[in-house]
């Protein structure tokens, strides 16, 4: 059983930063491409960076000059790190890993406001 499980959500002010981190934890032989998403009231999830293995990244066009994805594979996790955060980028913020022979998963999320 794999689970993922999201940490470094809350609240800052405009301007601020925040670093979201994402564990795995399982039966893990190889994790493939690492992506974060977010989802806001109302909205359907997005998806606002990815990773691959060989450390390829793509980003959203809203995540591009603030949001860096990275990822630790000795450690199984991936982290996204965002600055200059706006009262747009308010969501519930998930991690998902594709496992190599196995499939995808989801963590459960984190929460991120951004609100002076």
């Known amino acids: 059983q794999v689970q993922l499980v999201e940490s470094g959500g809350g609240l800052v002010q405009p301007g601020g930063s925040l670093r979201l981190s994402c564990a795995a934890s399982?039966?893990?032989?190889?994790?493939?491409?690492m992506r974060w998403y977010r989802q806001a009231p109302g909205n359907k999830r997005e998806l606002v960076a990815s990773?691959?293995?060989?450390?390829?990244?793509n980003y959203a066009d809203s995540a591009k000059g603030r949001f860096t994805i990275s990822r630790d594979n000795a450690q199984k996790s991936s982290y996204l790190q965002m600055n200059s955060l706006k009262p747009e980028d308010t969501a519930v913020y998930y991690c998902?890993?594709?496992?190599?022979?196995?499939?995808?998963?989801w963590g459960q999320g984190t929460q991120v406001t951004i609100s002076s």
């Open positions: 998902n890993m594709d496992i190599r022979n196995d499939e995808t998963y």
């Open positions: 399982g039966s893990i032989s190889v994790i493939d491409t």
């Open positions: 990773i691959t293995q060989r450390s390829n990244t």
